[in-house]
């Protein structure tokens, strides 16, 4: 372990090591590469947190694909959201007629990600279907499905492998619980 995560106080145990993480990637990229075999697939990374994700998930994918970026901020506090979201980065590319895949890094209560599937869907793409690191059990005020889910999680505050706490802990390798409180 890096001595600076074994110094802090505030991270708990692991919840997803990087082996387990790095394996079920591997998993998702595989189907994901079966299912769009005919229909290279534009990746939308929804920053920051899905970076780390998206780096990896791209390569396991074995198709020719498009990748862009959106960055949103929600008007809730900065661990629950309101489901009003502002797009501060929008998209490079154009919907239109692509097979766009939005990658996230985790599924809480899912109003960020129902927000932003009725913004995309507003763009005309072929289809679209949202791929998530994270799922947090139980927590869903919304109803539509998350294709890929990579783990699904106890309803718990965690960080590390892009996820943060006021910008901190992107760069740990596993997911750990966040044992600090979660600010308001
Ligand atoms: P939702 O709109 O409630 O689904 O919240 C989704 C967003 O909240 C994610 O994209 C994250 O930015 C943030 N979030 C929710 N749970 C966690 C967590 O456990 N760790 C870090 N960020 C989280």
């Avoid at 396991?60 to 929600?74: G, K, Q, T, Y």
């Avoid at 990600?113 to 949202?130: D, G, H, Q, T, V």
């Avoid at 109803?143 to 106890?154: L, M």
Wanted: negative net charge; contains cysteine; hydrophobic residues 45%.
């Amino acid at each position: 372990m890096e001595a600076w995560v074994g110094a802090d106080p505030l991270l708990g145990r692991i919840v997803v090591s990087a082996d387990q993480i790095a394996a079920r990637v591997e998993d998702l990229g595989r189907q994901i590469t079966k299912d769009f075999l005919d229909r290279p697939p534009l990746l939308v990374g929804v920053l920051k947190g899905a970076f780390v994700f998206l780096a990896d998930l791209a390569r396991a994918i074995d198709l020719p694909l498009e990748l862009d970026f959106m960055a949103v901020a929600s008007y809730g506090t900065a661990t629950k959201t309101s489901g009003v979201v502002r797009i501060v980065k929008d998209l490079d590319l154009d919907l239109t007629g692509r097979h766009v895949i939005v990658v996230e890094d985790i599924v809480d209560s899912g109003l960020t990600l129902s927000y932003l599937r009725k913004s995309l869907l507003a763009r005309n793409p072929e289809s679209l279907a949202i791929c998530s690191l994270l799922l947090k059990t139980g927590q869903q005020r919304t109803n539509f499905d998350v294709d890929y889910v990579g783990f699904e999680i106890e309803p718990e505050f965690v960080v590390g492998y892009g996820l943060d706490l006021a910008e901190r802990y992107r760069n740990l390798p596993d997911l750990r619980i966040y044992l600090g409180e979660e600010p308001e």
